[in-house]
């Protein structure tokens, strides 16, 4: 079963319909349900963490190879449900964080003029951040700047977290040759003797 990536604002309904109240509701919807999946990517992530470190540190002190190669087998195999996970956790938090940018720029939109009523199809597509992008950052609660003066730069964590999901196949690679690692020499040894 496949995520939409890209959300739909509900079909053309008469702006009678959509009131201001109704909008900035949906606004506000849209951007918790985006930072409750941004809460749970990050909670897991954390628990996960920890859960690789201890399993990690067990291995290590287990002198049995087979043991250690069996805790980081599944730690392997724990490491692809959270990629797939933190995926799954991406791909809902840009749809809730789209969607609530749509229907600000329609919103904005509909509001500059009173009598004019755009068409929510003009929100939808692949162009939408080509011409909306600058005007939604100007809109308070998305411009992490003026939220929050401090931070010279938003750091998008998505990308973070599929480098740490990188990371840690790396680092359980490098555990499973440090546990084998005298049968690799050998191994290699026989391979390069001179007969």
Not at 81 to 92: E, P
Not at 109 to 132: A, H, V
Request: charged share 15%; proline share 3%; glycine share 2%.
């Amino acid at each position: 079963m496949s995520q939409r990536t890209d959300p739909a604002l509900p079909r053309e309904l008469p702006a009678s319909l959509l009131s201001d109240e109704f909008l900035l509701s949906m606004i506000a919807e849209n951007l918790n349900q985006a930072r409750h999946a941004e809460n749970e990517r990050m909670m897991f992530v954390t628990l996960f963490a920890a859960l690789v470190g201890g399993m990690l540190a067990v291995a290590s002190e287990v002198k049995n190879d087979f043991f250690s190669t069996i805790i980081i087998l599944l730690l392997f195999v724990l490491n692809m449900v959270c990629s797939n996970l933190t995926r799954r956790w991406n791909t809902i938090f840009k749809t809730h964080w789209s969607l609530a940018c749509q229907i600000g720029c329609y919103l904005s939109d509909r509001c500059l003029t009173k009598d004019y009523s755009p068409s929510l199809s003009q929100y939808q597509g692949s162009d939408f951040w080509k011409r909306y992008g600058s005007r939604v950052n100007r809109f308070f609660c998305f411009d992490n700047h003026v939220m929050h003066p401090e931070q010279k730069h938003y750091i998008h964590t998505a990308a973070l977290f599929a480098l740490f999901n990188r990371c840690i196949y790396a680092l359980l690679t490098l555990s499973l040759l440090y546990v084998h690692w005298e049968r690799l020499a050998r191994l290699f040894s026989c391979l390069f003797s001179p007969l």
